[in-house]
């Protein structure tokens, strides 16, 4: 047939009030160990960056999910960058060496996010 195969399907959902609520120190530790300096030049610059930073961990979490890893933290978030209009993710250092072994094609992302909630889902095709 020719056609593409989906190789996995990962979906997360989190709570903004769990990082908006956390000490300040915590938090921009957080937010460095998670965001790539584009993703936080983007999210810091709106009136509430808080929704827009918990969705880029959603999907962060959420394509971990896709690659079938069971621990998250084993490919390190920064190397994982979601940034434009409409959203794409590109991969590089450990999680692009797992996309190439999987023999990923195309990776789709769907996000959104409230003041409340953000949610992601990811697909990778192969």
Known sequence: MGGRLILGVGVDIESVSRLRNIRASVRERMINRILTD????YCLGRVDPYPCIVARFCVKEAFVKALGIKDSWSIPFRDVEVLGR???????????????????????????HTSDYAVAVVIIEG
């Open 38 to 41: 584009k993703e936080k030049a």
């Open 86 to 112: 409409p959203p794409t993710l590109s991969a590089r250092g450990k999680a692009k060496e797992i996309l190439d072994k999987l023999g990923a094609k195309k990776i789709h992302i769907s996000l959104s």
